[in-house]
């Protein structure tokens, strides 16, 4: 078998140099130089200081570079699937009637619980190395299908053993209050003491929280259990944010907003209350179109009085088996345009400086800037607009992730 721990470290090399021949977004000639694994300078190719005339060269070709693509809301960590959730669907029933037969992220659960660490972590691993080769140098993973400490434990520490094994930056989310355990039916409010009081503050401790998330919604957990775990967040300094108004317009945008919430996902009901309060708070919308197409769903974001509002858009995978199968970031770009009629120049922002404002990660990823480690992506191709255009396609070039070249090469 394959050990998954080596497979970077084994192929990769240091990026460090001065890369020229570079086409930025803007469709302007640059080049960059990394030095140690930062990004040490970018500029014109006809500015490049003299100290750094002579470093070791990486020929861009004319190769558009952009930064590394972050993928802000994901459940990549999960046991088995359901494709046969996918076939029920296509016979006339519905998410939340799949979800309240006990199937939904129920079954993902038991599927979850039953699986070794190992089992998870190599099966998120070839996932993961999917969103990878195509650019992705953030991301962000959810716990949730574990609903227990042990089993989301499970998931956390895969989530960070991914980060090591693939040089890549991971967020981990403690998504507890994503669905009732079966063994708490009928007692939500036990289960939500038994995530605040027990589950958080000992994932927390471990070191294993970078966020905390909840889905509010009428199939999971109300705005007052929603606050409820907010709250305890809040006391533990973890920062928020929310599965919101995907189904229905539950308030909990304005709820997350009050808390400063990195972010408001989903959001397909948000109303301009709850866009007052997100652009009040600085609170990024994540825009899901994967859960929006695979579920049928007609009702679109409000982007036109989000963009009114001022309020950053960023687009996401939203990997996950029930409601978002999709392991491509460039495709949820093009279908953020085609579906939600965002703009190219937004889509673009949307799977870099905004994704990376979700996690907070604003400082470190999502643009090109000197004192910064070194994520980009070289394309094969001419105009920053076909990253959104194309769809299926693998413009791929090279990846360089925290200094290091990880995918293809110059
Ligand atoms: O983001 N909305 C809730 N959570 C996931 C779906 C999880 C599942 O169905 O397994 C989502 O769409
Ligand atoms: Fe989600």
Known sequence: ????????SATSSSADGLWTDLQG?????????VEKGLLAWIGST??????YASSKRHDGRGALVTPGLVDCHTHLVYGGQRANEFAMRLAGASYE???RAGGGIVSSVRATR?????????SASARLQQLLSEGVCA?????????SLEHERKQLRVARRLATA???TVRTTFLGAHALPPEYAGRSQAYIDLVCNEMMPALHDEGLVDAVDV???SIAFSLAETEQVFLAAQALGIPVKLHAEQLSDMGGAALAARFGALSCDHIEHLSQDGIDAMAAAGTVAVLLPGAYYTLRDTHLPPIEALRAAGVPMAVSTDHNPGTSPALSLLLMANMACTLFRLTVPEAIAGITTHAARALGLQQTHGELAPGRPANFVLWNLKDAAEMAYWFGQKPVRCVVRHGRIEEGGV
């Open 1 to 8: 078998p394959i050990d998954m721990n080596m497979l970077s």
């Open 25 to 33: 977004i803007d469709g302007q000639p640059c080049a960059l130089v």
């Open 46 to 51: 006809h500015a490049v200081p003299e100290q």
């Open 97 to 99: 009637e799949i979800a």
């Open 114 to 122: 039953e699986a070794s660490e190992d089992e998870l972590f190599n």
């Open 139 to 147: 991301i962000e993973i959810k716990s949730g299908y574990g609903l």
């Open 166 to 168: 693939h040089n890549v």
């Open 215 to 217: 889905f509010c919604e």
